[in-house]
């Protein structure tokens, strides 16, 4: 059984881009969730998706924002890149149903933005 | 909101040392996972462990939820399990996990 897929792995932008990040969970997973990593701020929640409805959002600008598609692949979009930006980004699969089960990760995209 | 302390912070061993990590936490919890990030970035699953004691080969775990706190013990350490460690937390109906900052270990061979 196939893993948590995230592409690309490693991405360099400039400030003021905008950034596409993709997600395909584990086969019968319907919830993703993407999280941000930085050194100083460690790893925090950004958006949970589940059957193409985001179900919970965590404190991050309007600049980010997600989606999922039928198929349970899930994009995420940075707008506007600022330096801070820089991270890995971590997407997380869950089956979604019922809720409290258990979270796989993916091997993170890098982002730098210079 | 609910927070995640882990102790240590740091923690360098010599291969064949056994370890304890901690990971607290100040509210109930329906879920706790802890996850071991290798040198790429990657979480690697190690124990879904709400409650409980489970053993997977020289790692096992327990959480005592009442008391609202989860130990990861490390027996013969090898160097290949170098790296941070990180405990996660999830409340209520919401999907999104809570992450302590993680303890960083290190085994010298």
């Known amino acids: 059984k196939a893993g948590v897929t995230q592409t690309p792995r490693y991405l360099i932008k400039t400030r003021g881009q905008q950034v596409t990040l993709s997600c395909s969970p584990i086969?019968?997973?319907?919830?993703v969730s993407w999280y941000q990593q930085t050194p100083g701020q460690g790893l925090q929640f950004l958006f949970e998706y589940f059957s193409e409805t985001q179900r919970n959002k965590g404190n991050f600008p309007g600049r980010f924002s997600g989606r999922q598609f039928s198929n349970s692949r899930s994009e995420m979009n940075v707008s506007t890149l600022e330096l801070g930006d820089s991270a890995l980004y971590l997407c997380?699969?869950?089956?979604?149903?019922?809720?409290?089960?258990?979270?796989?990760f993916g091997q993170g995209t890098r982002l730098t933005v210079v | 909101g609910i927070q995640v302390e882990q102790s240590p912070p740091d923690l360098i061993l010599q291969e064949g040392a056994n370890s304890t990590l901690r990971c607290n936490f100040s509210d109930s919890v329906n879920n706790l996972q802890w996850f071991h990030q290798n040198p790429w970035g990657q979480l690697i699953n190690l124990f879904y462990i709400p409650s409980g004691t489970k053993q997977n080969g020289r790692l096992s775990a327990t959480t005592v939820a009442t008391e609202r706190y989860s130990l990861l013990y490390i027996s013969s350490s090898q160097t290949t399990d170098s790296g941070v460690y990180f405990c996660a937390v999830k409340q209520g109906g919401s999907e999104k996990l809570v992450f302590g900052k993680g303890t960083k270990l290190t085994v010298n061979p």
């Open positions: 997380a699969s869950r089956q979604g149903r019922p809720l409290n089960t258990e979270a796989f």
């Open positions: 086969s019968g997973h319907r919830s």
